[in-house]
């Protein structure tokens, strides 16, 4: 998606966030109304000069629950867990630490090594609640309002039949990353085009790429339709199943210095799909019957994203250039929030048949996207496929968000392995009510 490389380590990401674009509902979207309306929540605002996205919670703030994110682990948080520990031990992770004043490289793996032997070892709700809070430090966002409230949408990892070859059926291309794009040789941000004369100048919009045939002869793979290719430039990553019967996986490896603007959106602000009717479903059956109305407001999009081919072990990849994880794996912001760590959502989830549950469950930051910009914005990993597209699309929750930090005085004890009663199992117990699926 980032939706993708460290956003960038120069590997594959999983992520640019789908439902960022496609379920990106009510940013900015304008009711069709007469009347003057209150304006929206502004979940993009961005931090102010020196503001953290960070505060300690002190002994008079209210706690999260612990002991339900406990209940709702599953199976796979161990693997989400081992994946950030992968990206910690490799030398490169040291360059993001330290955090400002958060965190350091060494108190974040140490905190990660802390809570797996704590929720392989712990017997119950009781017993963990209480040695988590003694052993963390705990940190909520400020959210966009300053008052911990963060919108949490979702994203997946999709599947495409394609072609190698521009072939009939097959006429939409998704791009190879260009020798002239220049992006920042740590985090992956765009930068610009380098020009033949060394200066530096924006890339060319989206509708400029394609009408001057910028990229011809770079093309990776072609699509059965303009609104696909689109859907895997917003998602980062996709699992392509060609036509001569062979699979191949492409993932992100860079973006135009342009603004990004969502398809969702700008199909509500022109009247096309309600704003509470809208879905990627929605989209896609408006785009079947008017495919040249939805290319004309993708092209209003002026971020264009570039792919690499890769190796499938390692798909889909998020940010940290490690596998993500469904429902354990967060996208976030990723210049204001620490990334690969520990970190708890509070939220409500979308699920199948209409339904709504709760969903307060640990998980890993892991991702960051191209629209996931700010405190007040995050995208959770649905996974791969149709039934998790489904989930990434309707996901559109209010919530907030904590980050755990094992206290100082008890990191050097995780790093060195120096503590008393053995290492922990490698994974949980067989028994103890563990939850196999979210």
């Known amino acids: 998606m980032s939706r993708t490389t460290s956003r960038r380590l120069r590997a594959p990401r999983a992520l640019l966030c789908l439902s960022t674009a496609l379920a990106l509902l009510a940013l900015g979207g304008c009711r069709q109304q007469k ?27 209210p706690l999260p629950d612990i002991g339900a994110a406990f209940s709702q682990r599953d199976v796979l948080l161990l693997d989400a867990v081992d994946q950030s520990l992968s990206w910690f031990e490799a030398p490169s992770s040291r360059q993001f630490y330290p955090f400002e004043d ?29 040695e988590f809070l003694r052993l963390f430090d705990i940190y909520q966002t400020v959210g966009y309002n300053r008052k911990g409230v963060v919108l949490f949408t979702g994203y997946y990892s999709p599947e495409f039949t394609a ?84 699979v191949i996986y492409v993932g992100y490896n860079g973006k135009t210095d342009r603004d990004y603007v969502g398809l969702g959106k700008l199909m509500v602000e022109a009247g096309l799909i309600e704003e509470s009717k809208l879905s990627l479903p929605a989209i896609r059956a408006y785009a079947q019957k008017n495919p040249e109305r939805v290319r004309e407001l993708i092209r209003k999009n002026e971020s264009f994203v570039f792919f690499a081919e890769y190796d499938g072990s390692n798909w889909p990849a998020g940010s940290l250039g490690r596998k993500v994880t469904e429902k354990s794996t967060l996208a976030t912001d990723k210049k204001i929030y620490p990334r690969g760590n520990l970190v708890m959502v509070d939220t409500t989830i ?89």
């Open 35 to 61: 009347v003057e309306e209150e304006p929206g929540p502004d979940y993009a605002r961005p931090l102010g000069p020196g503001e953290s996205a960070l505060r300690k919670l002190g002994p008079g703030d």
């Open 102 to 130: 958060i965190c350091t490289h060494e108190q974040s793996k140490a905190s990660l090594l802390a809570f797996r032997e704590l929720i392989v070892s712990s017997s119950d709700r009781a017993s963990f609640e209480r």
């Open 163 to 246: 072609s190698r070859h521009r072939a009939p059926g097959f006429d939409y291309p998704i791009y190879r990353r260009p020798a002239d794009l220049v992006t920042h040789p740590v985090t992956g941000e765009p930068q610009g085009r380098r020009m033949p004369d060394g200066s530096l100048a924006r890339y060319p919009s989206r509708a400029e790429i394609e009408d001057s045939r910028l990229l011809e002869g770079t093309e990776l793979a072609w699509l059965p339709s303009y609104l696909d290719a689109y859907i895997i430039q917003v998602n980062g990553s996709a699992k392509l199943r060609l036509t001569d019967g062979s």
């Open 350 to 438: 979308a699920s199948f048949g209409d339904r709504r549950e709760s969903f307060r469950r640990f998980m890993l930051d892991q991702d960051t996207g191209g629209a996931i910009k700010a405190p007040g914005r995050a995208d959770i990993y649905m996974g791969i496929g149709p039934a998790a597209e489904l989930l990434a699309g309707r996901q559109y929750n209010e919530g907030t968000l904590y980050y755990f930090f094992l206290k100082p005085e008890y990191i050097d004890q995780y790093l060195s392995g120096s503590r008393g009663g053995g290492a922990a199992p490698a994974r949980f117990p067989a028994s103890g009510g563990l939850r196999s699926t979210m």
